[in-house]
């Protein structure tokens, strides 16, 4: 074995590190980006993380904006299918074509989501048709029914028919203000007149609890007695300086007249329309879907109906179309019943049928049972509580007795609510679900008289269909 080199031997040479390649020519960079760290970015490819939010944003993006799009181009096709109305001539001293819209807040919400979801969908058809509307509100349930029911009542008192008018009705005929005149007395001086006659121009009901309002509503108006069931507020009390004024109940509703299980035991009045094929003031009517669901669980599927406007805004554009263009017919499988010779109508099995968009007489039904209970679907949107019908006792009022001191210093007891703000609201909402929840009951006497407007005028073979 060789020895090692003493120390101080030099070894084989090393060979020169290679050259530093030459610098890269100056770039044009913002010198305040560059000392930021921001000037130096390069194409690459993004980011797991960054994938997956282009993904999510990219896709909720493009979901909403086809959705509008197709949204507004329904809309669009319904109004165009109406808007020759508004070009068609008129006399200046005729009004148009008016249409009564009774308008409900959906159980469980207020007002404001009825009005919001009324201008969004219905009234952009009815503003290219260029028709008169006037919009009846229900803030609470049985407005509607009440409404619905007193405008009967005033038609049959008109008629002739004896019944205790409403508060100040009779000041309304003769007249009101300086001159004497209602808007009546002065469109008939000068000759003006209605396109179509008052209480002929249509109905629109908007959602199904506002429609079951208006069917006991209306079976109350014609099996119910005249008298109206209106009432007064009740007088406003004055109070002293410097103290506030303090806002005064809401008036009960009034109860019904009718119940609806007692239907067939109600003879007609004797001004009721035998010789017309259609009832006034409530004849002929559109039905407007109106889903609304609430809570926090359902979020998954209002997501759904959020990202499927396009669908809805169909559906109600067909419905109010047909309302504009005027074509009625009756609602399906309620035949004529055969007239006693007293001229009332007999009752036959039929007469009185529980619609509850499905036939009830076990032979499989016809179409004209979803025709009646209209858009059963809605009720799985309402909270349970909505859904069951109250007993008479879950109604009652909970009172307690209270002594007071009398105007000659005797002690009087007298008998007062005694509910918390929660029981208040607890009970509002049971005396909303004995309006809304339950079948919907109606006389055949009275629904083959009444008409729907139809939709085959807006649907040829060939029509606009949403994808």
Known sequence: MAAPPPPGTPSAAVPPPPPLPPPSPPQNVNPALQYLGLGKFRAKIPSRNWLIFIGVVSTWTGLVVYDRREKKRAQAHWCSRVSHLAELPMSTKTLPRKITIYLAAPPGDGISAAREYFREYVKPVLVAAAVDYEVVEGRRGGEIRNVVGESVRRWRRTKGEPGRPAPGEEEEEVGAGESGMTPKNIREKYGITREVPDGDGGVMVVGRHTWKEFIRGTHEGWLGPPDSQVQLPPPSLPTGEG?????????????????????????????????????????????????????????????????????????????????????????????????????????????LRSVDGKANDGGGGHAGEVDVGCYPEEEQDWNKKYRVVPSDDELALPTKTVVKEGPNGEKVEEQVEDLSEQQRYQLSAKRDAKEWAGPIIVDGRIVRRLKRYDQAVVTPEAEFQIQ
Request: charged share 15%; net charge positive; with cysteine.
């Open 243 to 351: 103290k506030p004024v303090k806002a005064a109940p809401r008036l009960p509703i009034p109860p019904s007249t009718v119940k609806p299980e007692g239907y067939h035991e109600r003879s007609l009045p004797p001004t009721f329309p035998y010789e017309k094929d259609s009832l006034p003031v409530v004849s002929p009517v559109a039905v407007v879907p109106f889903p609304h669901l609430l809570g926090f669980l359902n979020t998954p599927f209002r997501i759904y109906r959020y990202l499927t406007q396009r669908h809805l805004a169909d559906r109600v554009g067909r419905e109010t179309a047909a309302l504009c263009l005027g074509f009625s017919r009756p609602f399906h499988s309620f035949t004529p019943t055969p007239l006693a010779e007293n001229g009332q109508a007999t009752i036959v099995p039929n007469a």
